[in-house]
């Protein structure tokens, strides 16, 4: 599958500051990657689906103004959290699709926030 | 009612068991099914893709009921190292992907 990095691993930050993660796709030009979030003992919640060249795709409740995403090359998409506050901690992972008939998504190794 | 349910577990089971989870989705429009493991404070990773025939991988066994709306996969021979959060995950059209809860699966000496 797909090899996918993601930058930091984790990063703890002050209320009220911005915080950029970065995905990237290091060994398949990714058109579409996907943003998830995951609280703790919870699922994978699909935040925004990101698109080389053009405009993001966001679920319903997730403020794109809140959460910025910029997928300026094949290779690389991120993810930029906007003055954070501690309800933003949580776990965000990005994923890549496989291109293949069958869609499968392959994830990076997920960035840990923790908003003090 | 959730997209996708699944029964959280946690199964305990001992090493060499078989061990089945279920998961239901609810939109009769789903195109593809996966299951993906999670261990803890991880990304998920892909197990297998469930194709309509049912699909096998060693000791790991999808299947598909579209008609019940169901997924299903089975290990067998389980091993310490299958201890995991296993994930049914549905995918619609145009990507719109939707995750379960996850079943935890304990498996002991």
């Known amino acids: 599958g797909a090899v996918v990095s993601q930058h930091p691993s984790w990063v703890i930050c002050k209320s009220g500051t911005s915080v950029k993660i970065e995905c990237r796709s290091l060994?398949?030009?990714?058109?579409?990657m996907f943003w998830y979030r995951q609280f703790p003992k919870q699922s994978l919640m699909l935040m925004a689906t990101?698109?080389?060249?053009?405009?993001?795709?966001?679920e319903q409740g997730v403020e794109k103004d809140k959460f910025l995403i910029n997928h300026a090359s094949l290779t690389l998409s991120t993810l930029t959290v906007t003055s954070a506050h501690p309800e933003d901690s949580s776990f965000y992972i990005c994923?890549?699709?496989?291109?293949?008939?069958?869609?499968?998504?392959?994830f990076g190794p997920g960035t840990r926030l923790t908003v003090l | 009612r959730k997209e996708v349910e699944q029964d959280p577990g946690p199964f305990n089971v001992p090493e060499g068991a078989t061990v089945a989870f279920n998961c239901t989705y609810s939109n009769s429009a789903s195109q593809s099914f996966f299951w993906y493991r999670q261990d803890c404070r991880k990304e998920p990773k892909l197990l297998m893709s469930v194709y309509s025939s049912g699909n096998e991988d060693g000791r790991f066994t999808a299947q598909l009921n579209r008609a019940s709306q169901y997924i299903s996969l089975l290990i067998r021979d389980s091993k310490l190292s299958d201890s995991a959060t296993y994930l049914c995950v549905v995918m619609t059209g145009g990507f719109k992907t939707i995750f379960g809860a996850g079943t935890r699966l304990f498996v002991k000496a």
């Open positions: 060994d398949f030009q990714a058109t579409t």
């Open positions: 994923s890549v699709e496989s291109g293949s008939n069958y869609n499968e998504q392959f």
């Open positions: 990101s698109n080389e060249g053009s405009k993001a795709t966001y």
